[in-house]
């Protein structure tokens, strides 16, 4: 649905973003626990020119989207953009960029 939207052809892999360190489960640890205990965590095994667009399924404290950019960028690849389904209301007023529009919805 997001390639027809975009009209660009992506494909679904989640095997190019590979963990490397294992985590806690962050349930029920604060956001600075949730960022620390993500970094150098993931990495990507695609190809340097590929185009990316990252999904994350809920956005708590965004540790696992950052994550996932820092590897992409360690290769030079910038997201083309960056996904969720959901938003907690955790994350409402944080210093992620959040559309506006969207503030108002929740």
Do not use: M, W
Request: aromatic fraction near 6%.
């Amino acid at each position: 649905y997001i390639s027809q939207c975009l009209g660009h052809p992506f494909r679904y892999d989640p095997r190019r973003i590979k963990r490397i360190k294992q985590t806690t489960p962050q349930t029920g640890l604060t956001r600075s626990q949730r960022l620390k205990g993500q970094i150098n965590s993931l990495r990507y095994v695609g190809e340097p020119n590929d185009q990316v667009i990252l999904v994350d399924d809920v956005i708590t404290s965004g540790s696992t989207l950052n994550e996932a950019e820092r590897a992409l960028k360690e290769l030079g690849i910038i997201p083309l953009v960056s996904l969720s389904l959901f938003l907690t209301d955790q994350q409402i007023n944080t210093e992620l960029p959040i559309d506006p529009l969207f503030k108002e919805l929740v």
